[in-house]
């Protein structure tokens, strides 16, 4: 079993940034696929971003390209989710999944473990 924490949501406006963490807990961090994951209200899930176990490899959605980073931390078994110029429609519930696996995915139901999520809201 994995447990993930998230943190760091909150209110900005427009044009600000945040920075999201996820706390991994129960297997060995670097055997995990990290991957972040929103649900805005109506909507379904859809993927942000993800980051590889072994090379670092990231991959990120389109809508998000350019402007939010994500990295891990093998010291503090935590992935951050760095988001810059945010948007309104970036306003959503933020989650964190993991899989132990090697690759990088983007589906969620790729994804076996998942946080209670955090939310972030974008005022315009």
């Known amino acids: 079993q994995v447990q993930l924490v998230e943190s760091g949501g909150g209110l900005v406006q427009a044009g600000g940034s945040l920075r999201l963490s996820c706390a991994a807990s129960?297997?060995?961090?670097?055997?995990?696929?990290m991957g972040w994951f929103r649900q805005a209200p109506g909507k379904e899930r859809e993927f942000v971003a993800a980051?590889?176990?072994?090379?670092?490899?990231?991959y990120y959605a389109d809508s998000v390209k350019g402007r939010f980073t994500i990295s891990r931390d093998g010291a503090k078994n935590t992935v951050y989710l760095q988001m810059n110029s945010l948007k309104p429609e970036d306003t959503a519930v933020y989650y964190c999944?993991?899989?132990?696996?090697?690759?990088?995915?983007?589906?969620?139901?790729?994804?076996?473990?998942w946080g209670q999520g955090t939310q972030v809201t974008v005022s315009s």
């Open positions: 129960g297997r060995t961090f670097n055997s995990l696929v």
């Open positions: 999944a993991a899989k132990t696996a090697r690759g990088i995915y983007s589906y969620t139901s790729s994804y076996d473990y």
């Open positions: 980051i590889s176990s072994s090379s670092g490899a990231t």
